[in-house]
């Protein structure tokens, strides 16, 4: 169970964020270093750049334990030409 007091009272929102910018990178960093530790993103955001950047975050840095809030949808872009060529590949037996 997640208490309310352990989530910081501002968040890092992943609207706009992309796991092809060092800058990016390092604000996230620099906003888990300041207390931030909550997280706002989607498959969506970015083409889901916005999830690989944080995924990227936290593999290299351990020590963070952010909260992490995603949201459940459609899908666009890129991933949704993906799942509509694996939901078209049938295996018969």
Not at 11 to 20: A, E, H, K, L
Not at 35 to 47: A, H, P, Q
Not at 63 to 82: E, L, S
């Given at each position: 169970?997640?208490?309310?007091?352990e989530?910081?009272?501002?968040?890092?929102?992943?609207?706009?964020?992309?796991?092809?910018?060092?800058?990016?990178?390092?604000?996230?960093c620099?906003?888990?270093?300041?207390?931030?530790?909550?997280?706002?993103?989607?498959?969506?955001?970015?083409?889901?750049?916005?999830e690989?950047?944080?995924?990227?975050?936290?593999?290299?840095?351990?020590h963070?334990?952010?909260?992490?809030?995603?949201?459940?949808?459609?899908?666009?872009?890129?991933?949704?030409?993906?799942?509509t060529?694996?939901?078209?590949?049938?295996?018969?037996?």
């Amino acid at each position: 169970m997640v208490m309310l007091d352990e989530i910081s009272k501002i968040g890092f929102g992943g609207y706009r964020i992309t796991s092809d910018s060092d800058e990016h990178y390092r604000s996230l960093c620099l906003a888990l270093n300041l207390g931030c530790n909550l997280i706002d993103t989607s498959s969506n955001y970015m083409d889901g750049k916005s999830e690989e950047l944080i995924g990227k975050v936290i593999k290299n840095n351990p020590h963070y334990t952010p909260f992490i809030i995603t949201k459940a949808g459609y899908i666009q872009g890129n991933k949704d030409r993906k799942s509509t060529r694996l939901n078209s590949s049938h295996i018969t037996i």
